[in-house]
DNA sequence: GCTGGTCAACTGGTATGACCAGTTTGATTT
DNA sequence: AAATCAAACTGGTCATACCAGTTGACCAGC
């Protein structure tokens, strides 16, 4: 399968190597970054490259720029939203980050079962569409990497339906962390991929408006998930030791 | 109290109307943008605060923008992250969202209690920190403000020592939406704030390690709050109608 | 009739150099 | 020693030119 070349603009190279710095801590929080005309010269760009990078910086919450003052690197740890979190799960040498993995599966246990419960509360017109799920799940039981899409479909379906914008936004951090290492979970999270059992139980949970056994039946779910992944986070840290 | 007066750039406020107009659906997902230079000409800026503003717009993932072809907006539910919460929480008509100040809340709970269970399973050593903000809030049990502040200290306290940054940046979102409407819900949170002995029971179960206890108190220490909120809000809904 | 090439007219991306507007600094004055 | 003020920073704005992808119309050639 071919894949779209990316394409990297200067500003956009200009804004990833400064994030790396920061959020290396090779950029301390606190200290100030230099004149953007000075980051020009190391840089080799022009000045509004530099700017357009310093601004999406500022977005994400990883510097503070003032007029006239100058532009400080902040403590992204205290500032900064979930989006940031696909980017923290690879070190700077380009491996998993295995805490900020483990990190990512606490929460979506949480969500996911918070989710179902809301889903069961307020959004039982969605058992339909995901019974239809459930149903290409069960057609494709063999095809690992086709579950996953549909898992996904699934929990993007349940997250809508929750009427939680919060959740929502939680969720696309986590599809997004999740889609950088989606190739490599293909076959830890076979289990929790293949137990439909637990899928139809939370869609029929929702169905009947039983707000504690969805809740339930997902916890049981992510936790199948979770406590594979556990394991190999472990074995992981282990090797590197 | 006087607050220092907000400047803004040229940039941000094209960045802020841009946003809204996406926000407000007026310019609706999979839509293109007009052209930079005909941007220019609306909003009557040079080409380059077009840009810088575009930049973080994409950054948020409010648009998307591609070399050579048009900028499309992007269905902000399905992309953006957390940090969009603060903005989305205020209607374009510059009331409470309560559809999404409900979802706040109901994001604060979840994430409270699983925050509270692993700190006691692993970081039982921010006990005696806790302790004194704990003690703190004892002698200020009068001075709702400062047991608001103090809570916020509690609660990030907590959230470092879980050690889940997924959950760090989660809250950082969260608090950045609480402290739009911090001055208005100095009264609401009142029994909550001033449940101290729910805050010492956390703060014992996090000492002894007793995971289920931290989560068990957080939870109702949460919904405390959540249901004095929830109550205003219905109230409010009630009224506009 | 389809493929593939070419070209013009879009789109955004980069570059430059000037100048405006706040902040900081430090020498000067009181 | 304290207040003052002007240079020398810093970032913010601007106009203009040109580079570089994308698109679609058009036109060979098989």
Redo the contacts with the bound molecule.
């Keep these: 399968m071919l894949k779209p070349v990316q394409?990297k603009?200067?500003?956009d190279s200009v804004f990833e190597q400064l994030r790396a710095e920061i959020i290396s801590g090779r950029m301390e929080p606190g200290s100030t970054?230099p004149?953007?005309?000075?980051l020009c010269e190391m840089l080799e760009?022009?000045?509004?490259?530099v700017?357009?990078a310093?601004k999406r910086l500022e977005q994400a919450r990883l510097v503070s720029?003032?007029?006239?003052?100058?532009?400080t690197v902040l403590n992204f740890r205290e500032t900064a939203g979930t989006d940031l979190l696909s980017t923290l799960l690879v070190t700077p040498e380009g491996e998993l980050d295995t805490q900020v993995a483990r990190s990512v599966m606490e929460m979506r246990s949480a969500l996911a079962s918070d989710i179902a419960r809301l889903c069961a509360k307020r959004g039982r017109e969605v058992a339909g569409p995901l019974a239809e799920v459930v149903e290409q799940m069960g057609a494709n039981r063999k095809d690992l990497v086709a579950l996953q899409a549909l898992s996904l479909s699934f929990w993007g379906l349940l997250v809508e339906a929750s009427g939680n914008v919060a959740y929502q936004l939680a969720f696309n951090s986590l599809r997004d962390s999740y889609a950088r290492f989606s190739h490599l979970l293909t076959r830890v999270l076979a289990d929790e991929l293949t137990d439909l059992k637990n899928y139809k139980a939370i869609c029929e949970a929702i169905a009947a408006g039983e707000a504690e056994d969805a809740e339930f039946y997902s916890r049981d779910l992510m936790e199948i998930g979770e406590r594979q992944i556990v394991r190999v986070l472990d074995t992981l840290d282990r090797v590197k030791e």
């Design positions: 394409k603009s200067l500003s970054l004149g953007e005309r000075v760009v022009n000045r509004g490259a700017r357009e310093l720029v003032q007029h006239g003052g100058s532009t």
